[in-house]
């Protein structure tokens, strides 16, 4: 049996653990609102307007990158399952992954491509066939061009500032 000596000194030592862990999930939630009001307050993204009133530039920096987790892929020709519909008068048909194509609200078709590091900028492409995971286009980015795949739609809405 446990003499109340014995009971003083464990109950010091239990609050301690008590506030101690209070205290660590205090700080694991105010990092956490942390990441939220970087983006949300533009301090992890700039947007940088075209005078010619076309899609911005979207620049993040490399923190805000990686907690969108943006992945990208290259234009690629179409193959050739992907031949079935007519190649335009002007060249071939190009292909991009379908997780890259974004639509609007009247139904035109975008992918972000980007042109330097942690640039990305809005670009329509005419989006011929959609071929099992890929989206076969005729006018759009020229081959090569890195296009985003994980993450157009939060780009998408740091752009047209949706969520301030």
Known sequence: ?????????????????????????????????????????????????????????????????????????????????QSAVAEPAGGRLLAVPYSAVLYDEIGDTWVYTMPEPLVFVREALSVAQMQGDSAVFSEGPPVGTLVVTVGAAELLGAELEIGH
């Open 1 to 81: 049996m446990r003499s109340p000596k014995n009971r003083v000194l464990v109950a010091p030592f239990a609050g301690f653990l008590v506030v101690a862990m209070l205290m660590l999930a205090a700080l694991a939630l105010s990092a956490c609102s942390e990441s939220t009001t970087d983006v949300t307050q533009g301090e992890s993204a700039r947007i940088e307007r075209s005078d010619a009133g076309g899609p911005a530039r979207v620049i993040l920096t490399a923190r805000a990158a990686d907690r969108l987790g943006i992945e990208t892929a290259p234009v690629r020709t179409a193959g050739a399952s």
